[in-house]
Structure formats: C-alpha cells, structure tokens
C-alpha cells in the first residue's frame, strides 16, 4: 500500500463539498426514516392487531406516513446530491488528470497509451464508487446502527446489546472477512483479465504472424489456460461472497430469535407494553439489512482507495518540461535546432550521454544505432518532451529553457513510430494538425505520405471512421497517417521515428524521397535501424550507447 496522498482526489472532494454535505444529511434522514418507519410500523400492525378504537391509532398512523414520505424525500435527496457531487468531482478529477498526463506521455515518464486508457481512467471511474458505492452504504450503515442500539437499548439493556452484537457480525467482522478473501481473488480476476485483454489485442494485431509461425497451438493453449484460471478466480470470488452472506444471515437470524424471546419474556413479566412486542425484531431487520450492505463496498474500498493513491502518485510526478515564467523571446523565424553534449538519465541509469549534433536547413540526418541507444531519446529532446540532464538543446540561438514548450512544437515537429488514430474519420484525424485544411489539401498529402491505397480501400474516403485502439490500420498505415498530419502541419524541422516500419524496401525508399523533397528548404532527421533508409541522407548519426 502506498503512502501518496491521493491529492486530486481529496481537492476535487473539497471542491464538491456543498453538495457533499447536502449528501450526507440526505442520507441520515433516509437511516433515521428507514428506523423510525420500522418502528412505528411494528408498533400500528401489532397495536391493531388489539382492535382498539380507531381514534387510538391516529398517532402511530401520522407517524409512519411521516417517515415514509420522510425517506422518499431523502431517498431522492441523497441520490441527486449524491450523484451531483460525484459528477462533479469526477470531472474535476478527469481534468487533473488530462493535466497531468499531458507532458508525461510523450516523454516516457508516464503509463503507456493503453495503460492510460486501462488504468489510468479505470482509476477515475473507481474513485467515483467512493462516493455512490463505499461512502453512502457506510454512512447509511452506521447512522441506522446507532440509531437502533439507542432505541431498543432504551427499551432494555440487553436487546440494545444484543442488536450491538448482531451489528458487529454483519457490519463490522463479516466484511473484514470478505474483504480479505475477496480481495485477493478480485486482484487475481483483475490480473487475469488484464492478460487475457493483451493476449486477444495481440491476436488481433499479429495473428497472421503468429499462425504463420505455427505457433496455433501454443495459443490455443494459453487462452484456455488463461480462461482456466479467471473462472478459477471468479469461482473462489463466489465461494467467499456466499461464505459471508452465509455469515450474515445466521447472524440476523440469531438476532432476531434473541430479541423476539426477550420481547416476548418482558410482556409476560410486565415489563414491556404489548405494542411493542414487535419492535425491537423489526428494528434490527431495518438497521442489519443495511449493515449487509457494508461487505461488499469494503471489498471494493482497497481497490478504490488504491486507485486513488495512484493518481496522487501521478500529479507527483515532477513534470519533465516546465515553461520560464514571464516573457520569452520570439522564435518564430527559427529554422535551426542546436543540442550541445546533452545528456539524460532516468534514475541511475544513463540513457544517452554526451551528444552534440544539429539540425540546419537543407539537412536530412539519419540516426541510427542499436535499441536502447538512445535515439527516441533524442528526438524526445529535440522536440522538447524531455530536458537533459547535462548540456543544452536551442532553437536558433535561444535555449529551451527560456521558450515555453509551445513555441518549440510549432517550429519542430515529432511523428513517432506509433502515432495515435482517435475514434472519427479520417478526416478529422488528419485535421488535428491543421483544422482548416481543405478536403483537396487531405487528398495531396494523403498521397505524399503513400496513404493512396489504403484510401482507395476505404467505403467512403476521407468520411470514412476510423478510431480507438483497434482502428483496423496496420503499423505502417499508422505511420503514414501521422506523416500526413506533419505534411499538413507544415513546419520547418521535423523528426521521424522508425517512418519506413513495415513497408518494403521499394515502399520506403518511395517514401524517404517525398519527404526529402517536401522538406527540401527544411530539416529532417530520420530514427531507424535500417540501413537502407540512410540512402536520401546528407549525413549519419550513428548513437552506440551512453555506458
């Protein structure tokens, strides 16, 4: 368990916490009701029961109309006041979060892109049961509890313990026992279903490749080995939340049969009215069918609390880019790009060290080197995602640090070797780069950017919808897809990640001719370990590692 201060979270709280505390107090009146209605409610049924006049039952008739209406005013209350505040919060919280990862992604630091999808807003979703699913049944829970041990204690010292005693089976040891049992079999659920999502993913992207191999079998055989064990996990779930129902009911049972026996003895001894023979028993079936509901939002409080612990670890995470305070120079005539023996490390581990190299007009520079070498480092930094840890990276004669990160951007840009396929056409894919571009201006770069077979596949060209991680584009589509965006784009200094991945030789020599040609009064440096690909350079980098 971490020890993070889940930071968004509270303060996305705080700033709910009107409608928060309207929440809680619909709440207790919705606990109070539901006990002042079952007492009432035993009290009418069993005092009719007497046939007295019906004058005499005018009291307890008002007083459980009362609390009906009582508890639909603050079932409505607290659902609406409930939901509001968690609404908000959470869009707050999503908010935060967007702001968070914004400069985390691209420079490594944070989760990856599925990550961010799976865990990260995973984990906003989960905050919100916090509040619709944990904090209301506990409130609800303890309120009704205190409530009804009061009242029957009221009545008799020992139905007020015995109710006590009931409500610390179901309320308090039932749900530390299903929280440690059901616990570990939900992570190992979650675990495996975390696996099965990649496998499939990953059959749905290099099936083809891993049939070809004649691997089938093994795949065959890891799915049902991985459906094995989450129906394993999911029965073991099952036997822990019927061991604790089990629990809940004998004990509500026992309960019940205590409470009726005492009642019953204090009318024989006089000490007790005969109307409220049935109130104690229907007391505590009220307050115990909502301490039932404690076990399972105790299960899922680790989850959420965890959850929240980790996107306090994320706003923690020291941003890798901070722009200067105040005014900054204009870098908008910028064509050159200088780094200076730049050298970076995560941790204690040198990433790449010592580099000196630049980027001038005319230049077509290509880089490459083993994996691990560094070269995604490099072009991280040099479209200022990253700073280094030593030396200095400049645009035109102004280091970066004294640009805010925006300014940068907009005079080099970056297509990494999987660039991102938001769920909407093709169109408005390539529209991010530059929103008022024409139809006609989609189509030519389309074409510069060897998109003209996959268009010519598509139902309804550029209309057509694309989108999400399973966008039904192969990586070398990808690819082509973010080099159209940077074609539109239009600046004056690009780099490209791996832009020749999963074409053939014919293909990317095609390709790196285009870009040179469009890029013939810019700069381009060009990431990859294909040899090939240095053929259109005007010169070489070659990264060996920084140890």
Avoid at 88 to 110: I, N
Avoid at 349 to 375: A, F, I, Q, W, Y
Wanted: glycine fraction near 10%.
């Amino acid at each position: 368990m971490s020890d993070v201060t889940p930071t968004p979270v509270l303060d996305a709280l705080r700033a709910e916490r009107r409608a928060l505390a309207r929440a809680v107090g619909a709440g207790a009146l919705v606990s109070l009701a539901t006990i002042g209605l079952a007492a009432t409610s035993a009290w009418l049924i069993v005092r009719a029961a007497q046939r007295p006049s019906v004058l005499s039952l005018t009291v307890p008739m008002g007083l459980v109309q009362l609390f009906a209406l009582a508890k639909a005013v603050g079932r409505y209350g607290e659902r609406t006041e409930t939901h509001r505040a968690a609404l908000g919060a959470m869009a707050r919280l999503r908010a935060s979060t967007a702001a968070a990862l914004e400069p985390l992604l691209p420079a490594g630091l944070g989760p990856s892109t599925r990550d961010a999808v799976d865990t990260v807003i995973g984990d906003v979703e989960r905050v919100q049961d916090l509040l619709t699913s944990v904090a209301a049944p506990l409130a609800a829970a303890g309120i009704a509890g205190v409530a009804t041990v009061v009242l029957t204690g009221m009545m008799s010292l020992l139905a007020g313990c015995t109710v006590a005693a009931g409500l610390v089976v179901v309320g308090i040891f039932a749900p530390v026992l299903a929280a440690r049992a059901g616990w570990r079999n939900e992570q190992r659920a979650r675990e495996v279903h975390d696996q099965l999502v990649t496998l499939l993913d990953d059959i749905t992207r290099h099936g083809d490749d891993i049939v070809g191999l004649g691997e089938s079998n093994w795949l065959y055989g890891r799915l049902a080995q991985l459906e094995n064990a989450f129906d394993h996990a999911r029965r073991r779930r099952a036997w822990a939340q019927g061991l604790v129902a089990a629990l809940t009911t004998a004990a509500t049972g026992v309960t019940l049969i205590v409470l009726t026996t005492l009642a019953v003895r204090g009318v024989e001894a006089g000490h007790w009215h005969r109307a409220l023979v049935a109130v104690p028993s229907l007391l505590a079936i009220a307050a115990l069918e909502l301490a039932s509901t404690v076990a399972p939002a105790v299960v899922s409080l680790r989850g959420d609390l965890d959850a929240a612990r980790r996107l306090g670890a994320l706003a923690k995470t020291e941003v890798p880019v901070r722009d200067p305070d105040g005014a900054t120079p204009d870098v908008s005539g910028a064509t050159v790009v200088v780094a200076e023996n730049v050298r970076v490390d995560f941790g204690t581990h040198r990433v790449l060290g010592d580099v000196t190299t630049e980027l001038v007009p005319g230049d077509v520079v290509c880089v490459r080197g083993r994996s691990g070498v560094g070269k995604t480092t490099l072009a991280l930094l040099l479209a200022d995602f990253l700073r280094p840890a030593h030396g200095r990276v400049s645009l035109g004669p102004d280091p970066y640090d004294t640009v805010r990160a925006e300014q940068v951007r907009e005079r080099v840009g970056l297509v990494d070797d999987e660039p991102y396929i938001f769920h909407t056409t093709l169109a408005a894919n390539l529209r991010v780069a530059r929103p008022d571009a024409t139809d006609e201006e989609l189509l030519h770069a389309c074409e510069r950017a060897g998109l003209a077979p996959l268009l010519s596949t598509l139902p309804e060209g550029l209309a057509t919808p694309l989108g999400g991680r399973r966008d039904g584009l192969s990586g070398g589509e990808r690819r082509r897809v973010g080099l159209a965006r940077e074609f539109l784009a239009q600046r004056p200094l690009v780099i490209l990640d791996e832009p020749t991945e999963g074409l053939d030789a014919q293909g990317a020599a095609t390709l790196l001719r285009t870009v040179r040609d469009v890029y013939a009064d810019g700069a381009v440096m060009i990431i990859t370990h294909r040899e090939d690909d240095c053929a259109v350079a005007t010169r070489e980098i070659t990264l060996v590692g920084a140890d």
